[in-house]
């Protein structure tokens, strides 16, 4: 099922939480909608899901508007950052609920054997008869999974999904939803804040600033070519150093660096920290260094530019030099981008 | 013995014991005692007259149904307060202690003087044939005030930590907002319920200061059995006053018992397994 919001807003009572959103999502797609607290995502999601209202705009399920179809009627499968299971039924009563509330009436039979289906799809056999409170969270939201799953909805939606649970397990359940995603081939949108679980997961990300999207493209699309400074902060670690523009050049302590396209004025330029090689002489920007963190598989250098501007940068287990050592920092792929 | 990181077990155990052995014990144990005094034959005598029998089916009957009215009403009520905000919340949230804070005689005449035939209610119900005061209809209507601040406070609490992505996970598994009260809200809410009941029906059954303004307390018509347990006392006869309130307090104990059990039952899925 393609879903194509078209300029959707919604305000909450004193601040605007979402401002004219328009976003297309291709059928069994799966798409991550990310960005920080307050970006509007889960608004978004909510908004798709029926949960919320949209104060303007529209949202349609393949050619049908749903804008005003209530949630109950949509047809969209839900799962809560927090599980929401119901903590008074077994693992099997809660994946048959939507099924007993169903208009469309289901012989015991037909429940039961759908139960043990999806059970087994979301690998949790032997836990039909467990409640919520004896299973752990991971299990818990596949048991959520499964739930939302066995009313067969138009739509998956996840928000965040991953959100209350150990990072080994994130990890696994991750990989874990793909592969069942490749399986069912349901249109599913998540929403998440972890740039490394929205890369991992996802087909095409959308990524939210203050209710806006700011860029959306596929994984690669949104690493390589940041859209601007915040997406390019968001993503990831970056370094940030005031520059100034002149004539398609950015100049830090009187460096210049490719700028092409930014005006000319106040700038800055961005670079990860993975992007920096330290040379005791040469070319570069003169920098001292303030502190070394010793990480298991690096180094973490803390230095300050001639100018007193704060980098870091990573360098292998045998980098040698410590505090107080002068050198240049030789800066590659970085972004320039107009002063914020 | 083993060390303890919190201090003053022993001193804080001793004065509690002793507060609840002279408090609630020994008043108890008294009673009992007095109504042993009779022989079984006396006792039986006592506990089973007609018109102890009669105050027991009123003030059993009275009280399930000022407890029935109270479950709907009190839960609504909780549910307002939890779930609307609206001018003069905080207000209605306060107003529902005040059966407690009130003494319980001045409840009574206020109630009787609203519901006699010539008060502010009851003048309207005796034109629609409805006579409230000095009926047993009067004995539901003061247990009633008196109880509602159980239900209602137990059953709040459960009602703000329930978490509103229940019901938003019901509705988009398309249960109507019926199924969703029946299927999710009124299970989480069973043991807060029963508790509430439990206190609403004890407190209803012990009932005397309001009640006994508003019944007209006719023997075998509108007497309850605090009353008459209070009449053998007037009358001096202290080991018949003791038997009916044996009565009374084993019926208590009962009521404690089930509703333990039922609310262990309730909330089996809490075990850890």
């Known amino acids: 099922m393609k879903i194509r919001l078209t300029n959707v807003v919604k305000e909450f009572q004193t601040f605007r939480a979402v401002h004219g959103v328009s976003l297309d999502i291709e059928s069994g797609e799966l798409v991550a909608l990310l960005g920080p607290s307050g970006s509007g995502k889960t608004t978004i999601l909510r908004m798709v899901a029926g949960l919320e209202y949209a104060d303007g705009g529209a949202i349609y399920f393949g050619e049908e508007n749903a804008t005003d179809i209530p949630v109950r009627e949509r047809g969209v499968g839900f799962v809560f950052q927090h599980y929401a299971l119901f903590p008074h039924m077994t693992v099997g009563e809660n994946i048959a609920f939507g099924m007993k509330v169903s208009k469309v009436k289901r012989s015991p039979e037909a429940i039961a054997k759908r139960v043990a289906e999806l059970?087994?799809?979301?690998?949790?056999?032997?836990?039909?008869?467990?409640?919520?409170?004896?299973?752990?969270?991971?299990?818990?939201?596949?048991?959520?999974?499964?739930?939302?799953?066995?009313?067969?909805?138009?739509?998956?939606?996840?928000?965040?999904?991953?959100?209350?649970?150990?990072?080994?397990?994130?990890?696994?359940?991750?990989?874990?939803?793909?592969?069942?995603?490749?399986?069912?081939?349901?249109?599913?949108?998540?929403?998440?804040?972890?740039?490394?679980?929205?890369?991992?997961?996802?087909?095409?990300?959308?990524?939210?600033?203050?209710?806006?999207?700011?860029?959306?493209?596929?994984?690669?699309?949104?690493?390589?070519?940041?859209?601007?400074?915040?997406?390019?902060?968001?993503?990831?670690?970056?370094?940030?150093?005031?520059?100034?523009?002149?004539?398609?050049?950015?100049?830090?302590?009187?460096?210049?660096?490719?700028?092409?396209?930014?005006?000319?004025?106040?700038?800055?330029?961005?670079?990860?920290?993975?992007?920096?090689?330290?040379?005791?002489?040469?070319?570069?920007?003169?920098?001292?260094?303030?502190?070394?963190?010793?990480?298991?598989?690096?180094?973490?250098?803390?230095?300050?530019?001639?100018?007193?501007?704060?980098?870091?940068?990573?360098?292998?287990?045998?980098?040698p030099y410590g505090k107080g050592e002068e050198g240049f920092l030789d800066i590659r792929r970085p972004r320039a981008y107009p002063a914020a | 013995?083993?060390?303890?990181?919190?201090?003053?077990?022993?001193?804080?155990?001793?004065?509690?014991?002793?507060?609840?052995?002279?408090?609630?014990?020994?008043?108890?144990?008294?009673?009992?005692?007095?109504?042993?005094?009779?022989?079984?034959?006396?006792?039986w005598r006592i506990v089973s007259s007609d018109r102890a029998f009669a105050s027991y089916r009123v003030t059993v009957l009275c009280a399930l149904a000022a407890t029935v009215f109270n479950l709907v009403f009190g839960l609504s009520l909780a549910w307002v307060l939890v779930r609307y905000r609206f001018p003069g919340r905080r207000l209605v949230d306060a107003l529902v202690d005040l059966p407690f804070a009130l003494p319980t005689a001045v409840a009574g005449i206020a109630l009787t003087t609203l519901f006699a035939t010539n008060g502010w209610f009851g003048g309207p119900l005796s034109l629609l044939g409805i006579k409230v005061a000095y009926t047993p209809l009067g004995i539901i209507v003061a247990m009633s005030f008196t109880s509602i601040p159980f239900i209602v406070r137990t059953v709040q609490p459960v009602l703000e930590e329930l978490d509103p992505a229940l019901e938003?996970?019901?509705?988009?598994?398309?249960?109507?907002?019926?199924?969703?009260?029946?299927?999710?809200?009124?299970?989480?809410?069973?043991?807060?319920?029963?508790?509430?009941?439990?206190?609403?029906?004890?407190?209803?059954?012990g009932e005397f200061g309001a009640i006994i303004f508003i019944a007209g307390n006719q023997p075998f018509s509108t007497e309850i059995t605090a009353l008459l347990a209070f009449i053998r006392l007037e009358e001096y006869d202290y080991p018949a006053s003791a038997a009916i309130a044996s009565v009374m307090l084993l019926t208590a104990f009962v009521m404690l018992a089930v509703t333990n059990f039922m609310q262990a039952r309730a909330l089996r899925y809490t075990a850890r397994g």
Not at chain 1, 243 to 266: L, M, P
Request: overall charge negative; glycine content about 10%.
């Open chain 1, 119 to 319: 059970l087994d799809l979301v690998q949790l056999g032997g836990l039909k008869d467990r409640f919520p409170g004896q299973i752990s969270g991971g299990q818990r939201q596949r048991v959520a999974l499964a739930r939302a799953l066995a009313v067969d909805p138009r739509v998956l939606l996840l928000d965040e999904p991953f959100g209350a649970l150990d990072a080994n397990v994130r990890r696994d359940l991750r990989r874990w939803l793909r592969k069942i995603h490749d399986e069912l081939g349901i249109t599913t949108l998540f929403v998440t804040h972890d740039q490394e679980e929205a890369l991992d997961l996802a087909d095409r990300v959308v990524i939210l600033n203050k209710g806006k999207i700011v860029q959306e493209g596929t994984p690669e699309t949104v690493c390589r070519n940041p859209a601007d400074a915040f997406v390019m902060n968001f993503l990831g670690d970056a370094n940030r150093l005031d520059a100034d523009i002149r004539g398609g050049k950015a100049y830090v302590d009187g460096v210049a660096f490719e700028a092409g396209g930014v005006a000319d004025g106040g700038g800055q330029i961005l670079f990860r920290p993975a992007d920096v090689t330290w040379h005791e002489e040469g070319q570069g920007i003169a920098a001292k260094i303030v502190r070394v963190i010793d990480r298991p598989d690096s180094r973490r250098v803390l230095a300050l530019t001639g100018s007193g501007q704060p980098v870091e940068f990573d360098t292998a287990p045998e980098f």
């Open chain 2, 168 to 205: 938003e996970a019901g509705q988009t598994l398309g249960a109507s907002d019926l199924s969703i009260f029946t299927g999710v809200i009124l299970p989480l809410l069973a043991p807060a319920l029963l508790a509430g009941v439990s206190l609403s029906f004890s407190r209803s059954l």
């Open chain 2, 1 to 43: 013995m083993r060390r303890r990181v919190l201090p003053g077990l022993p001193l804080a155990l001793g004065i509690t014991l002793v507060y609840v052995a002279i408090i609630v014990v020994l008043p108890l144990a008294a009673l009992v005692f007095k109504a042993a005094s009779l022989g079984p034959e006396d006792y």
